[in-house]
């Protein structure tokens, strides 16, 4: 059987096989544990690769978590806004802080911009 030029590489590594496994897999540990550790964005702690949201801050780390949390925060607003457009009662405890706020009579000033007059809920 004619020699292959293959022989020299099947030798090799038919000798060299556990110190070449070993020198791959430890390659191959040290590439993972970079990539299994996700730093954080805000806050630098190092995350678990998978985490949706940082350990530590809470900040999301994966587009999918960052457009849930941001559908939460828009529900959450939805919500609050059903809230006080449906209780005449909380409506105008808020309108009048708003107010407040919009006059320079509250600790917290809103910006120019912000200080358009909130109409009264319809009476039904």
């Given amino acids: 059987m004619?020699?292959?030029i293959l022989d020299p590489i099947k030798e090799y590594a038919?000798?060299?096989a556990?110190?070449?496994?070993?020198i791959v897999s430890e390659a191959l540990a040290a590439y993972l544990a970079r990539e299994i550790r996700r730093e954080c964005?805000?806050?630098?702690?190092?995350?678990?690769?998978?985490?949706?949201y940082c350990k530590s801050c809470g900040e999301p780390?994966?587009?999918?978590?960052?457009s849930e949390a941001e559908k939460k925060r828009l529900e959450s607003k939805k919500d609050l806004l059903v809230?006080?457009?449906?209780?005449?009662?909380l409506y105008a405890e808020?309108?009048?802080?708003?107010?407040?706020?919009?006059?320079?009579?509250?600790?917290?000033p809103i910006a120019e911009d912000q200080a358009?007059?909130?109409?009264e809920p319809e009476q039904t």
């Fill in 61 to 66: 780390l994966s587009r999918e978590a960052e």
């Fill in 94 to 108: 808020f309108r009048e802080a708003y107010l407040d706020v919009r006059d320079g009579e509250a600790s917290r």
């Fill in 18 to 22: 556990e110190p070449l496994s070993a």
């Fill in 2 to 4: 004619p020699a292959s």
């Fill in 41 to 52: 964005p805000r806050c630098g702690v190092e995350n678990a690769e998978g985490s949706d």
């Fill in 83 to 89: 809230r006080l457009l449906g209780d005449p009662d």
């Fill in 14 to 16: 038919d000798t060299h």
């Fill in 116 to 119: 358009t007059l909130i109409p």
